[in-house]
């Protein structure tokens, strides 16, 4: 199970750097794999996460153009994650996660390398989050509605202002259903002082602040079961 899970892991963090280079690079429209930089067609062995940079040594086959060791570290580290959310929490669970992490992380590399998202990934993305999160929907508390209400309100007033932005107050909207409101705080505590020092120690004046929610629900799960993901008021 354990190694389905690494696998599982590497190949969707594979495919979400994948998909977020083709959301960069208007350019590619290739439905299949291709070089970064010749553009070729990848052959399947070459797709195979962490031993297609291996089996290449880090080079393109065609092209010989050195192959961004972010791939299989990145790859590894997915799977090793994965791993670890399949080792403490049950199976569904463990998969609800494998997925929102997949598709935060194409939104966190768009966001990050262009400052913006797709708008029909985000919608199309979220819709599909909900449907997944289905059981816990159904289990929200009211206290929990009242506080989705003051948290989307005050982040939607600050993105009409263009103080936040808008896929930003989308995402926490989201995470206020699927996580408990201290959870969710905290996630929210992380990203900002994540984007706080990131703005401090970089000459930006616009930083793109869905990487660092990724790395707070990335911490959170981490530390799981510091932090219940199960809301039970008082
Ligand atoms: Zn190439």
Redesign the pocket.
Known sequence: MLIIAFILGAACVSFAMCQAIRFVDQTLTAQQSI??????HLKWWQLIPIFGYLFQAGK?I????PISIAYPIGEFLGGIFFVHLFLFFSVWPAIQFCLLLTWLLILALEDFFTKTVSLKFLLGGGSGVLLIFIDRIFKIHLIQIELWIIICGSLAILSLNNYFGWADTCLIGLFSILFTPVTLAIIILIASCGAFFALKFSNQTILPFIPWLLIGVIIILSLNPLFPLQFSPF
């Open positions: 070089c970064d930089h010749c553009h070729q393109c065609n092209c010989h153009f």
